[in-house]
């Protein structure tokens, strides 16, 4: 039960309602379940909004996660509150540039074409939410530069919010991001011998 | 990016297929941000399984969650998946018992009545996804009973996940949970002096 009271009011010279609405980067990061889920679940206030949300899902896997974007295509369908397009990696990313030369690109250029059309977006405004999930692993692995993100993520124009998941989420961006929410394992049913179930897993 | 393979195989002489679709009790717990978040998220799973989903919200304020509640409700009514029924403890249970010589029941009061609902819908099978919110609040605080709790949980029949969040989840309850997580606060604005805001907090 938040209390919804800054402990610090800082001088930084802005207004509380130019504080209040100050776009914010979030990372839900650590072993634990719950990174994506949560940023999901943040998805439907967006929604609630009104306001357009954008997914980027930075994983190959076709099953996981198909309960949350078949729920979030639903609701932008409802026209009841904002948009929701869901950008898919393991359906292959469909700006992506492909060299007949060289066949498919490999995950990593996918990867990386992903996060080129993130920042075509944010340039143009285009989702006011959005939701890079599983991003912190390119960061982690090196296939996206942090120092660009952070750079990118600091001169984004407007007001648009950007949650990142991801285990090993780099220091420098955790440094740079508005909040920050390390999921820790205490107990998981696979510890006990049980697979990942439908309704639950995906 | 879970695996999806158990790093044990319990001698519980259940078959995978059965310790697969075994129901679960999961609790998220701590002080950071996610909590209910991750356990609305979870909800979109099971709305997209099909399944009747039930959300209790032992909390009195009526602005937090209204994303939350409004996209869920409007999930439900797309018919393209499970039901949705959100009871509200802000709103007042609709089930609840009054007394007219004492007024109002108390928050306690009003809290526990939601608990003995819940056992209700627990042993109809009303629900195949509960989310308890904030109720671990509750089993700290000493309102409803810990070792209740877990017994009516433990016995519950058929094919039927909880969610409980909250901060400071008693011992005996995480014990006995399937899952669970602890949201640990790495950051937050409201440490920088930055109020909630609309579609992020709510």
Same mark, same amino acid.
């Not at 060289?102 to 977006?121: C, F, L, N, T, Y």
């Not at 952070?150 to 001169?155: G, K, Y």
């Not at 919010?161 to 929410?181: C, K, M, S, W, Y």
């Given at each position: 039960?938040?209390?919804?009271?800054?402990?610090?009011?800082?001088?930084? +010279?802005?207004?509380?309602?130019? !504080?209040?609405?100050?776009?914010?980067?979030?990372?839900?990061? +650590?072993?634990?379940?719950?990174?994506?889920?949560?940023?999901?679940?943040? @998805?439907?206030?967006?929604?609630?909004?009104?306001?357009?949300?954008?997914?980027?899902?930075?994983?190959?896997?076709? =099953?996981?996660?198909?309960?949350?974007?078949? @729920?979030?295509?639903?609701?932008?369908?409802?026209?009841? +509150? +904002?948009?929701?397009?869901?950008?898919?990696?393991?359906?292959?990313?469909?700006?992506?540039?492909?060299?007949?030369?060289?066949?498919?690109?490999?995950?990593?250029?996918?990867?990386?074409?992903?996060?080129?059309?993130?920042? !075509?977006?944010? #340039?143009?405004?285009?989702?006011?939410?959005?939701?890079?999930?599983?991003?912190?692993? %390119? %960061?982690?692995?090196?296939?996206?530069?942090? #120092?660009?993100?952070?750079?990118?993520?600091?001169?984004?124009?407007?007001? &648009?919010?950007?949650?990142?998941?991801? !285990?090993?989420?780099?220091?420098? %961006?955790?440094?740079?991001?508005? %909040?920050?929410?390390?999921?820790?394992?205490? =107990?998981?049913?696979?510890?006990?011998?049980?697979?990942? &179930?439908?309704?639950?897993?995906?």
């Amino acid at each position: 039960m938040p209390q919804g009271q800054p402990t610090v009011v800082p001088d930084d +010279g802005l207004t509380t309602r130019q !504080r209040r609405n100050r776009p914010l980067v979030m990372v839900h990061t +650590g072993i634990g379940k719950g990174k994506s889920t949560a940023a999901f679940g943040m @998805a439907l206030r967006a929604w609630n909004q009104g306001w357009p949300v954008g997914v980027f899902q930075f994983v190959k896997s076709a =099953k996981w996660k198909v309960g949350e974007e078949n @729920a979030l295509k639903a609701l932008g369908e409802t026209g009841k +509150g +904002g948009t929701v397009v869901w950008n898919k990696m393991g359906e292959g990313w469909s700006w992506i540039q492909r060299d007949p030369k060289d066949g498919e690109p490999s995950h990593e250029e996918k990867a990386r074409q992903g996060w080129e059309q993130v920042k !075509r977006d944010l #340039a143009a405004e285009t989702y006011r939410f959005y939701v890079l999930d599983e991003f912190a692993y %390119l %960061l982690h692995w090196g296939w996206v530069d942090t #120092a660009e993100v952070v750079e990118v993520l600091r001169d984004r124009p407007g007001q &648009q919010h950007v949650v990142i998941t991801g !285990r090993n989420a780099p220091q420098e %961006l955790v440094d740079f991001a508005d %909040l920050v929410t390390d999921m820790s394992k205490v =107990k998981h049913p696979m510890d006990a011998g049980q697979k990942g &179930q439908r309704g639950i897993e995906w």
